[in-house]
């Protein structure tokens, strides 16, 4: 079993920066690909950002590309998900997930294990 627990959530204006921090425990995550989703009210849940389990490959989705950046420390066993120039469209749920030796991008349906979910408000 892996435990995911994010952080750095927050309120933030539009513009600003937050940056979220994944920590996992229970397993090591070097065999894991990672993944950040968010869900908003209303919407269903989508990845933004995505990063395989070598760290070789990452994806984002058009909607974040230059100003999301994921990244892991498999020593830390912790993920990150640096957020720059946010938008009010950027408020949702971001919840870590693992998906076992994934390329880096993946479903919903493709995951492991969740996060419970980390709130982020971008105000304008």
């Known amino acids: 079993q892996v435990q995911l627990v994010e952080s750095g959530g927050g309120l933030v204006q539009a513009g600003g920066s937050l940056r979220l921090s994944c920590a996992a425990s229970?397993?090591?995550?070097?065999?894991?690909?990672m993944g950040w989703f968010r869900q908003a009210p209303g919407k269903e849940r989508e990845l933004v950002a995505g990063?395989?389990?070598?760290?070789?490959?990452?994806y984002y989705a058009d909607s974040v590309k230059g100003r999301f950046t994921i990244a892991r420390d498999n020593a830390k066993n912790t993920v990150y998900l640096q957020m720059s120039s946010l938008k009010p469209e950027d408020t949702a749920v971001y919840y870590c997930?693992?998906?076992?030796?994934?390329?880096?991008?993946?479903?919903?349906?493709?995951?492991?294990?969740w996060g419970r979910g980390t709130q982020v408000t971008v105000s304008s």
């Open positions: 997930a693992a998906d076992f030796y994934s390329g880096g991008y993946f479903s919903p349906n493709d995951v492991d294990y």
């Open positions: 229970g397993r090591t995550l070097s065999n894991y690909g």
């Open positions: 990063i395989n389990w070598r760290g070789i490959f990452t």
